[in-house]
């Protein structure tokens, strides 16, 4: 096993973006903190990694993450509370998914104490990038991307690690519209859906922008086999709410295994929400909007928390969600806000403190 | 519709690495000439293209391709020959192909005059890189990334358009033993299988590792649902000879339009040989092989043209399938070879030649 102790390598930035920020009207993911996060794979080895000021890098055309998409990344967000202090949420998830991710891919594992010394290192230099407030944020987005200058069709042995940072702003969502897959899919069973692998991304978007077209702002896959079952909506995972009980697909090689999906599953647990996890068929949650039993759809992750679905369509049938008063969607959002901004008791351990 | 009448802007290396080359010794996909052609999608158009020094480039850490895996590219090969003429070998097909990727991935199109313009000056500026020989080549990679710096996950507004060139070597293609896919799967029913997008390849390598690991060097693709079909073999499409007769799979959303399979069709009709194109079982090959009626399998692609395969397993039964004299192989890959090389009639008006 190799040890990796060697010091991170910091080279701070001699200015700083940040009064030019508006941060009352943030664009998602085009302005990025003063500083990133980077370490490469050579030689068989990750090598010292290194906090520098954020900055364009320089790229062979034959670099193999532009030929065979060996890429898989995360989500995170980092939040402050009231008197300053940051807080993580559920990183260790995050850092064995990305391992996971590289796996299927066939690139190498990342340290553990290299993700966690980047994160608090670059968190600690760009801390004022965080606003407080219930729903602000710094999003984090670790990516490994195959940089080896080489276009054989096989595992790169070169790769770079990254971490940049963008602040996100607390915002309303507004209730989506969706279609539920009848031809496209997301994933195959023995593919690589459950990976956050950037391939999965690229792949949604023209069938989401045919969707696009007929009026609706996402897609709720299916599989790929009969398109009869109930799997993800867009790039987040779904949850169906049925009279007083939720339902969400199970996890498996074709759906991502969600930081906030399996958070919602334990605050179900805590509020005493009875949530099955178990397949979804298309036709029963048809049957039970024809009955009036289906109360509500929500789709959960990372950027959005939580995202609801006012309406879905399926072979031409439209069926309308009416929004109801005691909302679960609400109820796990604002649950789920308050301890990740350090505001409600966090039981489960969930929060991890930036010193 | 868009007119692209501008002039391509070229700018000339002042040097050349060509004497330091080792033609008799080439590693495939390492070393590029000496130019290459870019061209940027910007502002919903197409940009004047531009032949430079090969060279690297630089890019935001938040370019999308990195993140989303929107990238396609097309693999082609330019031949010499022995009077030093240079032809292409189909390249409209490649230009038709690389469009219907990038539809899949919700990419703009590229105009056909900028590929062949493109192809056409860097192919006159670097034809000292094309050796004469039957099986040398220079292999052409056009590729396009998206590059817009903003991590939403959507369509990006900015593209790089890219075709960089290798040379390649006629080389002996040991045949390869493979594994029939029982667990993993290449591609699902409504996804991006038949497009050449990046994702699809990084989605290989764990898989073909596995394999290596027990000593095949390739794996055969079955249809994700039931895995008793066979589809492609690692990156190529897949024939095989049952007695005199060929079969080979039909294209479909998850089979690639290779221009080498639709050009073997062609052969074998010009031959005399039978080809079915249908779907194939691994039951009917194993019982075929069984039956000793199994006389070969190999896939074709751009760069190996065929490589043959020599035995196979599937639920942990071995197949060897012996060589033979009169291999169709052998005699497909002469054929072809000779039409690329000019040396042989081109009744198909295949050859593209540059002038």
Same mark, same amino acid.
């Given at each position: 096993m190799t040890h990796y102790t060697d010091k991170i390598s910091i080279e701070t930035s001699? $200015? *700083?973006?940040? !009064? $030019? @920020? !508006?941060f009352d009207n943030l664009d998602f993911g085009r302005l990025f903190t003063d500083h990133m996060f980077v370490c490469d794979y050579e030689d068989g080895k990750w090598q010292t990694p290194k906090v520098m000021p954020y900055q364009a890098m320089t790229f062979e055309p034959s670099a193999r993450v532009f030929h065979y998409g060996q890429a898989v990344f995360e989500g995170m967000k980092a939040y402050k509370d009231d008197e300053g202090k940051v807080f993580l949420f559920r990183p260790k998830a995050n850092f064995d998914r990305i391992n996971k991710s590289s796996e299927r891919l066939a690139m190498p594992a990342f340290p553990e104490n290299y993700f966690f010394e980047g994160l608090e290192a670059l968190l600690k230099l760009d801390s004022d990038w965080i606003q407080p407030g219930v729903g602000n944020s710094l999003y984090l987005r670790p990516f490994i991307i195959a940089t080896e200058? %080489?276009? +054989? %069709?096989s595992p790169a042995n070169n790769y770079r690690f990254m971490i940049i940072c963008s602040p996100a702003k607390s915002y309303y969502n507004a209730p989506v519209r969706v279609l539920i897959a009848e031809?496209? *899919?997301?994933? %195959? !069973?023995?593919? @690589?859906?459950? #990976?956050? #692998? %950037?391939g999965n991304y690229a792949a949604q978007f023209y069938p989401t922008s045919l969707a696009q077209e007929k009026g609706f702002q996402q897609i709720i896959w299916t599989d790929a *086999? $009969?398109? +009869?079952f109930l799997e993800e909506a867009g790039t987040m995972n779904v949850f169906f709410r049925v009279g007083d009980k939720l339902i969400t697909a199970p996890t498996s090689d074709r759906i991502l295994d969600g930081v906030t999906r399996k958070s919602m599953l334990q605050l179900a647990e805590d509020l005493g929400i009875t949530c099955e996890v178990r397949r979804v068929t298309v036709e029963e949650i048809k049957t039970a909007a024809k009955e009036g039993e289906l109360k509500e759809i929500f789709g959960t992750g990372t950027a959005a928390v939580i995202s609801v679905i006012s309406a879905f369509e399926h072979k031409g049938e439209l069926f309308e969600i009416p929004e109801i008063e005691d909302s679960y969607a609400k109820l796990f959002k604002k649950t789920l806000l308050e301890i990740q901004h350090n505001i409600s008791e966090d039981k489960h351990n969930w929060r991890y403190e930036i010193k």
């Open positions: 001699k $200015t *700083s973006k940040i !009064d $030019t @920020v !508006d200058p %080489a276009i +054989s %069709a031809e496209y *899919s997301r994933s %195959a !069973d023995g593919g @690589v859906g459950f #990976a956050k #692998a %950037a *086999s $009969t398109h +009869s």
